[in-house]
Each structure stands twice: as C-alpha cells, then as structure tokens.
C-alpha cells in the first residue's frame, strides 16, 4: 500500500514538484496561479509554506526579470527524490500537464502580483496589481470580510484584471464622450 504525504509535509513536495517542473525561476505569483488553479492549497497555506522552505534552506530568492523568483536549492534536490514519490502520481501528472499548457502564460511579461494582509480589526486586505514590464498599469486594496473571500479574490484575480482595467478606464475618462467629433 502506498503512503502518501498530508497536511505541511504535502504541501512543502508540492510546491518542490512545481519549482522543479518550471525548470525556471519562479515568482510567488507564478506559484499561485498553478497552486489555485488546481485546487492544491489556498493561498495562507501557501505563503507559508514558502516562506518554511525558504527559511529552511529549500528554496533561494533569486533576483530574475519578474523580481523576486524562487529555485529549488542544493539541499533540496538532494532529499526532494527522496519525497516526490510519496506526493499521489496525479497529483504530479496533473501539475506537470499544467505547466506544460500554461508555461508560456505563467511567464509572459504581463504579470498580475496579489497579497493579503489579516487586519487587526477583522476582515483581510487583498492587495491586488496588474503589472506590464516593469510599469504597473493598475493596483488596488480591497477589503473582503473573510479569509475564503481573500482566496476567491486572489485566484480570480488573474482572470478579471483585465476586464476591470478597461471598465475602470472606461469609467473615469469617459471615453465616448471625449471621441473626436467627426467633420461632416
């Protein structure tokens, strides 16, 4: 009988597996993005759970064209053998068709950045930004009552920034109203 990983521990080999699958540096936002996207650890967990790695020796910060990216260390690719196996085959085979899809997305130049931060009175800021190059194009802090409501806002963020960009734009410039008169 199998015996696979749960709770931390599960999660620490995950986050190796995505590292090493990328076979590039990866940003905390890039980590997400396939983390949410399959359903593998909401975003607290997530944010602890490399910042444990990182604090263990198992993942650098590396500085890299998105900023801040993490790769797996020396130390960690001498146990992560030792571990991956105990993480189910489709869990793995699914993260590395994932990447395989979306690798080119993840690494595009247009980059959504997302945090949240507990408030001491209740609720969470969920920080959010929509990056392109190195010029932000759009940041804003909302705060959401729960910590589900700070996850939804952070995996869908991705996906809305876009169509909120334009509907902000859209709102505040007046765009019809400033077009050209055309000359008869």
Not at 137 to 152: F, G, K, R
Request: net charge negative; hydrophobic share 40%.
């Amino acid at each position: 009988m199998a015996h696979f990983l749960s709770g931390d521990s599960k999660n620490k080999v995950i986050i190796l597996y995505i590292v090493e699958t990328m076979q590039d540096i990866i940003s905390r936002n890039q980590l997400s993005a396939v983390a949410f996207d399959l359903d593998l650890i909401n975003y607290f967990e997530l944010q602890q759970t490399i910042n444990d790695l990182e604090a263990n020796g198992y993942i650098a910060a590396v500085p890299s064209k998105i900023g801040q990216g993490y790769g797996l260390t020396e130390k960690a690719r001498e146990v992560y053998p030792v571990f991956v196996e105990q993480i189910p085959l489709s869990v793995r085979a699914n993260i590395k068709k994932y990447i395989g899809e979306n690798k080119e997305s993840l690494m595009s130049e247009d980059m959504f950045y997302t945090n949240c931060l507990a408030q001491p009175a209740g609720g969470f800021d969920v920080v959010l930004r929509a990056a392109e190059r190195d010029r932000v194009l759009l940041s804003m802090v909302i705060n959401v009552p729960t910590v589900e409501y700070a996850n939804q806002a952070v995996r869908n963020w991705s996906k809305a920034a876009s169509a909120i960009y334009k509907d902000i734009l859209d709102s505040i410039l007046d765009v019809k109203q400033s077009e050209p008169k055309k000359e008869e």
